[in-house]
């Protein structure tokens, strides 16, 4: 398998179940066959990777004045767009929208936390040179 598949398919996968988790939680969202599941999940991911940055930065100053919370209205346009485009997935408002990507993006970050696909990485070493030998002598090194 493709190095960059791989990735691609594990982030495709999580999302999907993350969406099918908030399809059978939250009244309002619901999908009539597995295949309008997976294009959903798919276009999902897509618009999240190209579409929600540029919303994002739109944003700004909203984001700024709700100290990032008009981050969950973002996610659930997008949500709720995802429900218009693709037939078989329904999104029947934009509460179920709402609740459905506050789930999702719960389910998203708790799967990737388990499965250690989270793109945080944390070294602490205590007593040992920092790298490229260096050592200034103030105590542990923390390299985020």
Known sequence: MSSN????LQRWAITTLAVLVAANVVN????DTIGGLLVASLLLGVLNAFLRPV???LAL???????G????V?????LSFVGWLVRPFHVDSFGAAFWGSLVIS???LVVNLMLG???VKMETRRGQKPRGGRDSGDGPVIDV
Do not use: D, E, R, W
């Open 5 to 8: 598949l791989k990735p691609f």
């Open 28 to 31: 309002g969202i619901h999908y």
């Open 55 to 57: 919303m994002l930065l």
């Open 61 to 67: 100053p909203l984001l700024i004045v709700t100290l």
């Open 69 to 72: 919370l008009f981050t969950l």
């Open 74 to 78: 973002i996610n659930a346009l997008l």
């Open 106 to 108: 719960i389910v998203s």
């Open 117 to 119: 696909t989270h793109q």
